[in-house]
């Protein structure tokens, strides 16, 4: 059927193959109507300046605060918590996850505590968190580490809970032994998995950390879009949102790469 | 026994100082299944196998054919360690067996290849865990890869291979280590017919070249004959032992053997016991 049709009606077969040179230009096409859109509705005059600014007035802000160094600091800082909170969130996560998904005790006695706490928002732990840890650095930082780790946890155990058993039998019949088959067979049969469920938490940590920075902060990019929403600078936050999308946009293409390099196979 | 001919040594996989391991240090234990029985879920639970006894000499091809949910596969878990018995002893070379342990190596129904090791890692696997030296691992390596004609797709990783490579692999897996008992749980059954011939053949090259016990279990007659040594007829469930029959082939066989008046004379003795039991069954 798809054969006898004409171009047009062949890209509206479900699930075919359209062309490479159709991907990428559909992919810059909706950036340039989201801009056209944006420099219709500022330059237009339909909304006034103080809620929407001109791309002009963000890329000039951008380049000023290029020139005067603080968007570089005020990254850093963001870049900082993020990456702190994460990893102090992986480096358990991922064994804690692979006990839990092989060893039953270990599910059944974290199990119960996890899964409350993993529907608790993030942002009600931010009172708490300030009240004990302060506001410094540590407080941002527990703030992307409460929002990553428990589910980090419980996608962790259930990639290490779905190795096939047959490979871990396998394993015993050339000599494994029991207390090496985590090491030797679900670690990596799980790493594929592991590697997504990274990735995939890596970009809900950037989503807390304007949470994180909301409040208790004296940088970052969320500090500096919450200072100019007090001074009416729209063009800042917008600086500040499109910084944070593009180094979300950055770290989630690192872990692809990380993830092609550790585990080629799948 | 039967009398065997000459075994050839293996050509050797590479060029290398050392001599590649041959016949007479590949090793071959007995086994001895006495009264085992297993009862899934507890004394009241399904008998699955029932009061099983046979002894297996080193160097023996046994296959164990029976009709499906007999317990064939079973009986090859508890050998193997990886189901617990509800009664009885599996003895390997005397020794009771009571968990898993390279003495039984294990070669699938399914694809157990580790899919993040290349075909050579997968081959190394069980060495690895002995703690082989690495040069004594790769001379073992090459010549299993060599063996199943692999040596080529060494690097390769198994999500790269078609379903016939991947087996030939597992098996070389198992062989590498160099188990007292080698069991295969219908390793060939979810290859296509033709594939499955190939297997056959290189099986029984393989194994005329270096012997080795093997308990072997499959659903397919032609498959048992000219394989094994000896095949055990099993009931359907609770699974016994119904018949256990000498197959007096001459080694080495060949594919041929299917059309020949002794194995059609064998098969059709065979497949009037297994269909008793299915009639019975049904």
């Not at chain 2, 001599?19 to 299944?33: D, F, G, N, Q, V």
């Not at chain 2, 009571?98 to 050579?120: A, C, E, I, K, N």
């Not at chain 2, 390793?187 to 011939?197: C, H, I, K, N, V």
């Amino acid at each position: 059927m798809a054969q006898n049709s004409s171009p047009l009606l062949r890209i509206l077969v479900p699930f075919a193959d359209i062309p490479r040179w159709l991907v990428v230009s559909l992919g810059i096409l909706i950036w340039v109507l989201v801009l056209l859109g944006w420099v219709a509705a500022s330059y237009g005059g339909s909304i006034p300046q103080m809620f929407l600014p001109t791309p002009g007035l963000v890329f000039s802000k951008t380049l000023e605060m290029i020139a005067d160094g603080t968007l570089y600091t005020n990254t850093l800082s963001s870049v900082q918590v993020v990456v702190y909170g994460f990893i102090v969130s992986s480096v358990i996560a991922v064994p804690l996850g692979l006990w839990m998904g092989t060893y039953r005790v270990v599910q059944s006695l974290l199990e119960p505590l996890v899964n409350f706490i993993r529907y608790l928002p993030v942002t009600s732990f931010v009172p708490l968190f300030i009240l004990w840890i302060g506001i410094g650095l540590e407080e941002r930082v527990a703030i992307i580490f409460f929002g990553t780790f428990f589910q980090q946890l419980v996608m962790i155990s259930t990639a290490a809970n779905s190795v096939s058993r047959d490979l871990v039998n396998a394993s015993y019949t050339l000599g494994t032994k029991r207390h090496e088959v985590v090491w030797h067979v679900i670690f990596p049969a799980a790493l594929p998995s592991i590697l997504d469920t990274l990735r995939v938490t890596m970009g809900w940590a950037w989503t807390y950390l304007v949470v994180a920075e909301l409040v208790a902060a004296s940088s970052g990019l969320g500090y500096i879009s919450m200072r100019a929403m007090r001074g009416f600078q729209v063009e800042i936050i917008f600086l500040a949102i499109l910084t944070i999308g593009l180094l979300g946009l950055i770290m989630d293409q690192t872990f692809r790469l990380i993830r092609l390099k550790l585990a080629p196979w799948a | 026994m039967l009398a065997r001919t000459p075994v050839a040594p293996p050509p050797p996989a590479a060029p290398s100082s050392e001599r590649p391991k041959t016949l007479a240090e590949s090793h071959s234990a007995s086994l001895a299944i006495e009264n085992v029985t297993l009862r899934y879920g507890g004394p009241k639970g399904v008998l699955a196998v029932d009061d099983i006894s046979f002894a297996v000499a080193p160097n023996e091809f046994t296959v164990i054919v029976g009709p499906s949910g007999c317990g064939k596969s079973s009986l090859l878990y508890l050998v193997a360690g990886l189901t617990e018995l509800s009664e009885g002893v599996i003895r390997v070379n005397d020794v009771v067996v009571d968990r898993p342990g390279p003495d039984r190596g294990m070669v699938f129904q399914g694809y157990t290849l580790f899919p993040w090791l290349t075909v050579r890692q997968n081959v190394e696997y069980g060495l690895k865990r002995k703690k082989i030296a690495v040069a004594e691992r790769n001379v073992i390596v090459e010549q299993y890869l060599d063996a199943v004609g692999l040596y080529q797709f060494a690097d390769h990783f198994p999500a790269q291979l078609s379903g016939g490579m991947k087996q030939r692999v597992a098996i070389a897996r198992a062989l590498a280590n160099d188990p007292g008992v080698l069991l295969m749980d219908e390793p060939f059954g979810a290859l296509d017919s033709q594939t499955r011939s190939t297997m056959q053949k290189l099986l029984l090259k393989v194994w005329e070249q270096r012997q080795k016990t093997v308990l072997f279990v499959t659903h397919d007659i032609d498959e048992a004959i000219l394989l094994g040594d000896r095949v055990i007829v099993m009931t359907a469930r609770p699974g016994r032992i119904k018949a256990d029959i000498r197959v007096d082939i001459p080694r080495p066989r060949s594919m041929d053997l299917v059309m020949e008046p002794d194995f059609i004379a064998l098969k059709r003795r065979i497949l009037g016991l297994l269909h008793d039991e299915i009639d019975e069954d049904h």
